[in-house]
């Protein structure tokens, strides 16, 4: 058993077609994730293929310097310019304060390892759907095996023996397949090491294919022949040319030695298998629809090898394959478009797959097919200029921001004219693109001024200092109700502090863990921030949804409220004189503001009618105002007394019809404005 595979190498149009079903696997879940919840497995299935062909690629020769030097060139070339050109026409267009971290992040590869203002939590971002680099992550993945690529065939080129070749396979995916088991969701969905063991099962199958070859040709005396390696420059290009188009390779047809009915059964078994879980219309667990998945891809290939009638080699599908590059980069940011102006609308997402689809022929065709054949240095030249003028996009984001804002709503700027904090004589023409630019811009205005660092709306930050004037340590805690109402709590009590915190995660709440694998982790540095300060008056802004499950029997019985007080005890111990919590509250869960705006600008009927309201909200104000009671220094920071009352609720305002809440559930500016006094009522009485 050599390691160096000495089989001619030929095209495989199904591989290609599996790219094509992982690519469709891909768009169903992203333009309708609750039809294909399990359609992101696409990713697991490149993953399988890269492992494959990167084995092929090294498998074929020694590897030398200038082999390793010759792999990530070639790498870098199939994948940097069409990917550097993407962002770089799509980064100054959409989007471009809230993505400014993702597209640095993208272009330097490390997307999937950096922290961003959601915590890097891929699924809400992706039904946030405002990061237009959320898909890059695969891509970052894929370019960090490619650093450890070389040392693992390195090692695999000493196994001399099958067995060897097996452990050592055997090792390093079992190694990294129970890292990904072991470690939190997101470091699994993440990590490159949690992802190498679908990376080596992709290689494991190469061997095992060329084991099958081998078997199948043996009886025949079936002459193996090798590769000649190209001595001119000009086969030198040729072979350039030849191994860039890599994910079409594999073996000369061997004769049929072995039984071919098992392979075929096992092909499509495996296949309808994969192809049910992919499109399935039920969520299945994340872990074992991956190792299933992964598994099943392998079984794929492998069976492939020797199967000649493959429902993965039609023509449309290896199509889809082929572009399949392009239409992974294009499809996100049209679905983000999409998805933020034509939120729900069917036939709208049917287009944007159509136009993603239309795009990456023409990019396919054209650009793609045309870089792949630039020599070297004209390679180079490109990718540098790509480089430089994304990073003067960055340094340059404010003017290009400003450009950009005053080119598409600069005539509703002049149209809302002179429209104060106070909202006074707004007309309603103002109000529609006052809800408007509240929708498009809800996570933009998250991030809290004048506490820094403060590039995005989560994590920890600490107040200028300059125009605190009291005596006291103030904290503000929680979920991205925090982010969203701390400069309500900076603006009236800076009169009592002398120093300002805050710290905030997305999604996880304070009192309660709500998702043991999500918030454990949050809930551990709430309270590790917070008892590091040992603030006088601590704010817990957040809304609690775990504290609005149905109660069942005696409060003091209820396991939630127990939890909730268990945590508030620890709390208490740790603030000197004062906790605030805001009260649940309760916004509409099927009429987001931009709907709402868009329904004013037709000139629809509106009534507070329309808006569907979750009354559970009110099991979690009497859990609250029952921890309160238990708690001496806790008071309630009760908006209900003016965004609603008991089950009357209102969701905008009759008069000047703006909304209380935007898409994203969070308090819009208007409502802040109401909820002000409240607040400055609490820092007036504060003693």
């Known amino acids: 058993m050599h390691f160096f595979s000495p089989l001619i190498q030929m095209k495989r149009d199904d591989l290609q077609g599996i790219r094509g079903l992982a690519i469709g696997a891909v768009l169903a879940f992203h333009f309708f994730p609750k039809w294909f919840p399990n359609g992101y497995i696409g990713v697991d299935m490149f993953f399988v293929l890269s492992g494959f062909l990167m084995t092929m690629i090294f498998g074929s020769k020694p590897i030398t310097t200038d082999s390793v030097y010759l792999f990530y060139f070639r790498r870098a070339k199939r994948i940097l310019p069409l990917y550097l050109l993407i ?14 971290d993702s597209a640095w992040n993208s272009i330097f590869l490390y997307h999937n390892m950096a922290e961003h203002s959601d915590n890097n939590m891929y699924f809400k971002m992706l039904n946030q759907a405002e990061d237009i680099f959320t898909h890059t992550w695969s891509l970052c993945v894929e370019m960090q095996f490619y650093l450890l690529a070389p040392f693992i065939f390195l090692l695999l080129s000493f196994c001399t023996s099958g067995l060897m070749l097996t452990t050592f396979h055997a090792i390093i995916i079992f190694t990294s397949l129970g890292n990904h088991l072991l470690s939190t969701e997101q470091v699994a969905f993440n990590s490159v090491f949690c992802r190498v063991w679908q990376f080596l099962i992709g290689s494991a199958v190469f061997f095992l294919s060329a084991e099958l070859l081998e078997l199948d040709a043996k009886v025949n005396n079936y002459k193996e022949l090798l590769l000649e390696e190209q001595g001119s420059d000009g086969e030198e290009d040729k072979e350039e040319k030849e191994e860039d188009d890599d994910e079409e390779v594999l073996f000369t047809k ?5 039984s071919r009915p098992p392979f075929y059964i096992l092909l499509y078994s495996s296949l309808s298998f994969l192809v049910l879980l992919s499109f399935a219309p039920w969520t299945i667990p994340a872990s074992a629809l991956r190792i299933t998945s992964t598994f099943l891809s392998g079984v794929i290939i492998l069976t492939g090898t020797l199967c000649e009638t493959n429902p993965m080699k039609n023509r449309v599908l290896v199509y889809i394959g082929d572009i399949s590059y392009s239409l992974y980069l294009v499809h996100w940011p049209i679905y983000v478009y999409v998805k933020h102006y034509h939120d729900g609308v069917f036939l709208v997402y049917l287009l944007g797959i159509a136009i993603s689809i239309l795009l990456a022929i023409l990019i396919s065709e054209t650009f793609e097919k045309w870089y792949l054949k630039l020599g070297k240095q004209e390679t180079l030249y490109m990718v540098l200029v ?47 693109l006052l809800n408007k630019k509240w929708a498009r811009e809800e996570y933009k205005n998250l991030v809290i001024p004048n506490c820094f660092p403060n590039k995005t709306e989560h994590g920890f ?6 125009n605190l004037t009291g005596d006291m340590t103030v904290f503000m805690v929680g979920n991205s109700l925090t982010a969203n109402l701390g400069s309500l709590v900076y603006k009236t009590f800076k009169n009592h502090a002398k120093a300002m915190y805050k710290y905030s995660n997305s999604y996880c709440e304070i009192l309660t863990v709500l998702d043991r694998k999500k918030c454990q982790n949050s809930h551990d540095t709430y309270e590790a921030e917070v008892f590091k300060k040992l603030p ?44 605030y919590m805001l009260e649940s509250y309760t916004p509409p869960t099927n009429l987001p503001l931009s709907k709402f705006a868009k329904m004013l600008e037709k000139g629809d009927n509106v009534s507070q009618k329309l808006f569907k309201i979750d009354y559970t909200y009110l099991n979690g104000i009497r859990r609250q105002e029952a921890l309160v009671k238990k708690c001496s220094k806790c008071e309630l ?25 935007y898409d994203g559930l969070h308090i819009t500016p208007f409502a802040q404005n109401l909820i002000l006094p409240l607040f400055q009522n609490i820092s007036d009485n504060f003693h």
């Open 87 to 100: 962002i770089l026409i799509v980064f100054p267009n959409t989007f471009i304060s809230m993505n400014m």
């Open 254 to 258: 061997p004769r049929q030695n072995l």
């Open 386 to 432: 790509f480089y430089i003028s994304i990073v003067w996009i960055v340094m340059k984001k404010d003017q290009i921001a400003t450009f950009v804002d005053d080119f598409k709503y600069g005539h509703e700027e002049k149209m809302m004219g002179t429209v104060h904090s106070s909202f006074e004589n707004i007309t309603l023409d103002q109000a529609i």
């Open 461 to 466: 930050c600490e107040f200028d200092r300059s």
């Open 536 to 579: 006088d008056v601590l704010f817990m802004l957040d809304r609690p949804d775990k504290l609005r499950r149905p109660i069942t029997g005696n409060l003091e019985n209820d396991e939630i409220f127990k939890e909730a007080l268990a945590t508030l005890r620890q709390y208490e111990n740790n603030v000197k004189k004062k906790i």
């Open 637 to 661: 920071i009760r908006i209900s007394d003016i965004l609603f009352n008991g089950t009357q609720t209102n969701s905008y305002d009759e008069e000047t019809k703006l909304g209380y809440y």
